[in-house]
DNA sequence: CTGAAAGCGCTTACAG
DNA sequence: CTGAAAGCGCTTACAG
C-alpha cells in the first residue's frame, strides 16, 4: 500500500511510477479534461498500485477549501436533534461535504460561542446550529459571525436563514382535532419556555383556542422528560374538568399516560392525550399516541442546502469579508398530524 | 477580524504587527518555551488585534497530524448508538480531537468500507466504528486496515481493540433476576441475528436457563423496533404456560408489554417482561420496565483512550506502516440490572 | 495535451 | 531568546 521506503505515497511517486508530471496526475485526480485516454489510465494504474490517497491538507492549503462543514447540536440521544443531526449528515455527505460535529451540554451563550470558535480552528467552511433554545440563537446574532451559518429550530433571527418545522401549525392541527372531537376547551403541557419549540406549539395552541372561542388554560411547564410529564399528569388527575391535554413532546406524554393511568382514569374515554414528535414507540403506547410529525430528513437537505448556497454565493464573489445583509432566509417545514386511540370524543367523566 | 485587504490574516501579518518574525509567533501558538514574556504579550495582542486563527490545514500539512477522529455509526436514532457517539464526541474533544462522523444507512461489508475510505480522505488520524453487526466486524478484519481502528461492540476480532458492553453478563443479570422470583422458565424475544448485541444477549439468557437447570424455549427474533416486539408479543399471549419474559430491548419490550394488554394479560401478576437499555422512558412504560442499564458515556471514554493510545504509539514509532499484531485488546463495560415493577414473583396464569 | 515554476501558510531544525 | 531557510504536498496559471 505504501511506496517502498516506508512513509505513504504522494503525487511525486504516482507520477515517476506513471512516466508523467504530478501536475498531469493532479489533472486526473481533479477529472480536468485535456488529458489523453491512455495518460489517465497509465496515472490510474499507478494510483491503484501504489493505493494512493491525496493528502487534503496539502490539497485545502492551496485551494482555500476544507470540504468540512461543522455541526453544533445539543442532546444527540433526544428524538428530534438526534434524527436532524443524521438528516445533516447524509445531505452533507451528498453535497461532498464532511461533516464536524460538537455536541453541547450546557446551552449558554457562551458554549455555543465556544463550539463555533473550535469549529472555526478546525477550518470549517461554515456551520449549521441545531439550538432550538432562545440563549443559542441570540449567541449567533450577538457577533457578526465570519462564515456562513444556518440555525436549524432557530426562530426569527435577524440576517441568519433558518429552517424549521413548522411548530405553530403542528400544534394548531392538534388542538383544532381536539376540539373538533367536542372537547370544551384542551390543556396544554408545554416544554421549557427556553425553548422556541415550546413557544411555538404553546402559541399553536394558544391560537386554536381563541379561534375557537375556547377557555385559555395557563400552560404547565415540563421539561421534556418522561419524568415532568409524569408529575404533571399526577395534577391533571386531580381536576375531574380535564377532558384533552396536548403535551409538547411525546416522552412528557408517555408520563401523562403513566400518571393518568395510576389514577384509575381511562385514556381516551376519560381523558383524550397527544403528544408532539412522533417517536417510533409512540405508536405502541397505551394507547397508541396521536401525535404529529415532523420531517426531520427535510430538514437536514434543506440546511445543508441553505449553507451551502452561502458558501457557494460568497466562493463566487471571492469575498472573505463580513456578508451584507441577506434577506431573511426561513425554510419552513410542514408538520404532520397522526391520529391514533389516544384521542376520541368527548365523554363525561 | 480580518486585515486591511480583505483576506483573512495570516501569521506573517500577525509578526508584522508585533515587530517579531513569524517564527515567534508560532512558538507563541504553539506554547514553545524560550519566548520572552513581553515578546508573548505583543504577539498576544497582535493575535487578538487581528482576529487571528491559525490555518489547520497548513499546519497538518507539515505537522502530518490532522487531530482528526473518524466515526462510523449506524442509525443514531436508536438510542444505544446515539448515547455512544455522544460519549465518544465528548472524549474525542477532551483528548483534542475533531470527530468527524459518517451514519451508515445499511450496513452491509461494503458500506462500512465506504465509510472508512471516506474519512480517509480526510485524512482522519484513527477510526471508531460503532458497528454491532456481524457484517461490520468482518469487514473491518478482512482488510488489514492502514490507519488506526477501534471497533465499538465489535465482538471479538483478531488484531482489533475493541470496546463492548458486557451483553453476556447483563443478560444473565436479568434472567437470573426472573428465575429468583419462581418462574419456572424465562422466554426470550430476540434481536436480529446479525447483531453482536442481540447474540450475546442470547448467550448470557441460555447460560443463565442452563445453570438453573430450566428448560430453554427457542427465541423469538425481532428487528428491535416496538412494531416487531407487538407482533411477538401478541403470539406469546396465546401461550398461556409463559410467565416471563427476556426482552432484548426496550422498544420491543414496550411492542410486548402493548401486546400482552391488549390481551387482556396483568403485567406483571400474570407474566413478568423485563428489557435491556434502559432508555429514559423505561421507567414510565406501564408498568415501569425492569431493564439492564449500560454506561454509554464509559463506552465512549473508553474507545478513545484506546484509539488515541494506537495513535501515540505509531507516533512515537514514526511507523506509517503496517501494524504489528498487537495483543486482544478487549475493554468490557459492565451492565447493571434496574428492577422496577414490570417483574413479580410467579404467579398462577 | 503536458511540464517547469511559484506559492498556499505553516513548523522544524539550524544558526547565531 | 530570536530569525533566515527549507520544505510539507498539493493546485494553478503560464508556457510550449
Known amino acids: 500500500m505504501s511506496s517502498e521506503n516506508g512513509r505513504s505515497p504522494v503525487m511525486a511517486d504516482v507520477a515517476r511510477l506513471a512516466g508523467v508530471s ?14 489523453r485516454p491512455e495518460t489517465q489510465a497509465r496515472v490510474q494504474a499507478a494510483i491503484e498500485q501504489l493505493g494512493y490517497h491525496r493528502n487534503s ?15 453544533v447540536t445539543f442532546d ?31 446551552i449558554s451563550r457562551a458554549s455555543v460561542r465556544e463550539a463555533l470558535d473550535y469549529l472555526a480552528e478546525q477550518s470549517v467552511e461554515g456551520c449549521i446550529v441545531i439550538a432550538p433554545q432562545r440563549a443559542a440563537v441570540e449567541s449567533l446574532t450577538d457577533v457578526s459571525v465570519a462564515r456562513p451559518l444556518v440555525a436549524v429550530e432557530g426562530g426569527r433571527a435577524p440576517g441568519l436563514p433558518v429552517v424549521c418545522v413548522d411548530q405553530v401549525g403542528g400544534a394548531r392541527a392538534v388542538t383544532e382535532h381536539l376540539l373538533g372531537l367536542g372537547h370544551r376547551t384542551v390543556h396544554h403541557v408545554a416544554g421549557p419556555m427556553e425553548w422556541l419549540e415550546a413557544e411555538g406549539r404553546v402559541q399553536g395552541w394558544r391560537e386554536a383556542l381563541e379561534a375557537a372561542g375556547a377557555p385559555i388554560p395557563e400552560p404547565l411547564r415540563g421539561d421534556w422528560s418522561p419524568r415532568s410529564g409524569y408529575e404533571i399528569g399526577l395534577r391533571l388527575a386531580e381536576d375531574p374538568r380535564i377532558t384533552a391535554v396536548f403535551v409538547a413532546n411525546d416522552q412528557m406524554a408517555l408520563g401523562v399516560l403513566r400518571a393518568l393511568g395510576e389514577a384509575g382514569i381511562r385514556i381516551p374515554e376519560e381523558v383524550s392525550v397527544a403528544g408532539f414528535d412522533d417517536v417510533p414507540e409512540a405508536e405502541f403506547f397505551t394507547p397508541p399516541l396521536t401525535t404529529v410529525w415532523q420531517n426531520f430528513s427535510d430538514v437536514g437537505r434543506r440546511s445543508i442546502r441553505l449553507l451551502v448556497d452561502q458558501i457557494d454565493r460568497r466562493a463566487r ?30 365523554q363525561l367523566r
Open 57 to 71: 491538507s496539502a490539497r485545502a492549503l492551496v485551494t482555500r477549501r476544507t470540504n468540512v462543514l461543522g455541526v
Open 317 to 346: 464573489k471571492g469575498s472573505a469579508g463580513a456578508t451584507e445583509t441577506e434577506e431573511d432566509l426561513r425554510d419552513v417545514v410542514p408538520a404532520r398530524l397522526v391520529v391514533r386511540a389516544s384521542t376520541a370524543p368527548v
Open 22 to 35: 504530478h501536475q498531469t496526475v493532479s489533472r486526473v485526480l481533479n477529472g480536468h479534461p485535456n488529458v
Open 76 to 106: 444527540t440521544t433526544l428524538y428530534g436533534p438526534a434524527s436532524t443531526l443524521s438528516g445533516i449528515e447524509r445531505a452533507a455527505r451528498e453535497a461532498g461535504y464532511f461533516v464536524s460535529i460538537v455536541t453541547l451540554t450546557d
